[in-house]
């Protein structure tokens, strides 16, 4: 299985036009009218195998954002009150992998084990 993927993704309203702050939980958070669209491009690849009572899948992924949306502190006052804004951050990769195995030593009882790994940066 491989797979290859380009994606652009129009920023959410609520993270452009919406403020909200909440008292209770000491937090607010600011609306950004200047975000741009996330762009990505994504790329895959694995292997899987089934058998009567077993199943084995592992798969490799790279993820690439350009202009990616995060949410990022703008302050902490004095009272711990928190400010924060959606913005872009200009490039952003996130990698992994991906692995799982299976059996079934009774009808009807899988035993699935599944790890993986997932790494990002800028």
């Not at 452009?16 to 937090?27: C, E, F, G, I, L």
Request: with cysteine; aromatic share 14%; hydrophobic share 30%.
């Amino acid at each position: 299985m491989d797979s290859t993927q380009r994606d652009s993704a129009n920023p959410p309203y609520d993270n452009v036009n919406m403020s909200m702050s909440s008292m209770a939980q000491y937090y607010a958070i600011v609306p950004n009218p200047d975000l741009r669209p996330e762009r990505s491009s994504s790329v895959e690849t694995g292997i899987r195998g089934e058998g009567k009572t077993w199943d084995v899948s592992f798969s490799l992924y790279q993820n690439s954002y350009h202009d990616f949306i995060d949410a990022t502190v703008l302050s902490v006052d004095q009272t711990g009150f928190m400010t924060f804004q959606y913005q872009n951050i200009q490039k952003v990769r996130i990698e992994g992998w991906e692995a799982k195995a299976g059996c079934a030593f009774w009808e009807g009882f899988p035993f699935p084990v599944c790890p993986g790994l997932c790494q990002g940066g800028r």
